[in-house]
Each structure stands twice: as C-alpha cells, then as structure tokens.
C-alpha cells in the first residue's frame, strides 16, 4: 500500500475525517489558528485515512493541565493536538508512522502534548515520549513530552 505524509494544504479535507465532538473543536477556531499551526496528513492509495496538527501555541480550549505546561513553547516544543486515525485503518500503526514521519520531517524538535486516555498514554509511551505531569482531576489526564 503506497502511503504518504504530507503538509496539508485544505484543511476541511482533514476536518472531514474527524469526529463531530472532535471537529467541534476546531473548526470554528481554524481561521484563527491557520497561521499557528500546521495540518499534517497521511494518505493510503491517495485517500486521506489519517493526521493531526502541529501548534506553536496552546490550542482552542486548552485545559487546565495545559495552561500549567503552557511554558513548554518557550523551551522550543512544539504541541501535536487532533491526532486522529481512521478507525478501519488503525491496525496498520498508521499514528505511530505519522509521529514517525514528524521525527524525521523535523530531526530534534521537542514536541508535548495532553491526553485523558490511559490507552493513549500507552501508545504515546511506546512511540518514545515520557510523560512529564498528571491532573488530579476526573478524569485523568497526562502531559506527556518527546525530546530526542
């Protein structure tokens, strides 16, 4: 299966694959943040199965957690938000390819980001990254960061 990794230059494509709750939280704030981050995204056979965004700032509707690591951007990292898979392409490891590909698009770069899933944590600590903090909220939540 031939797949890419590429800049995406529509960004509604990549919106169209996202979850309603999920698209909720960006879309109405797109116009705002196209010049704060990146969309990138991975096709299989030329359709779009998969991406997530690069921020070079907290994005729409930061949490708690985020707000208190928010001095991250300062020390030169990066914030990956809406990674998403599609659900019929999951079990092609399709996420840790993209992280992959964001590791060798950008050698060095730090990047962080939050999660409220213990099964992301996992996955996130697989493809190299520690976590950095925990909320003591309900649910939970965890600040993990990639510096290699």
Request: hydrophobic share 40%; glycine share 6%.
């Amino acid at each position: 299966m031939k797949t890419t990794f590429e800049l995406c230059n529509k960004p509604d494509d990549f919106f169209e694959i996202l979850p309603e709750d999920w698209q909720a939280g960006i879309v109405p704030y797109w116009k705002e943040y196209h010049t704060a981050a990146n969309i990138y995204t991975v096709k299989a056979e030329n359709k779009l199965v998969a991406g997530g965004i690069l921020f070079n700032r907290l994005p729409p509707d930061p949490s708690d957690l985020d707000h208190r690591f928010n001095n991250l951007f300062a020390e030169g990292y990066l914030y990956i938000g809406f990674l998403f898979v599609q659900p019929e392409m999951r079990h092609l490891h399709l996420g840790s390819w993209w992280l992959d590909m964001l590791k060798k698009k950008y050698p060095g770069q730090k990047y962080w980001l939050t999660i409220e899933e213990e099964a992301l944590k996992h996955f996130y600590l697989r493809n190299g990254f520690e976590i950095l903090g925990e909320s003591d909220s309900d649910p939970k939540e965890w600040v993990l960061t990639y510096n290699k």
